[in-house]
């Protein structure tokens, strides 16, 4: 069984007193509508492309040990 979030779009104080699975679903309980939205915001974030992090010069912004951020 597959958990899915849960996530509203405005929180308030009453949210933070709920445990994490009050924002969990299981896929089987979803219906069609909501599966195919979230194939679209699935689809949408596995599109993301990772960005580097850098400075006013265009170069990266290195830590303490010389690695990238």
Do not use: I
Request: proline letters at 6%; charged letters at 30%.
């Amino acid at each position: 069984t597959r958990l899915v979030s849960r996530f509203p779009l405005c929180w308030t104080k009453e949210h933070f007193d709920q445990p994490t699975e009050y924002y969990l679903t299981k896929e089987e309980n979803m219906s069609s509508e909501e599966l195919a939205g979230l194939e679209k915001l699935q689809a949408y974030v596995n599109g993301f492309v990772p960005a580097c992090c850098v400075n006013r010069a265009g170069d990266p912004v290195l830590d303490a040990k010389g690695n990238e951020r």
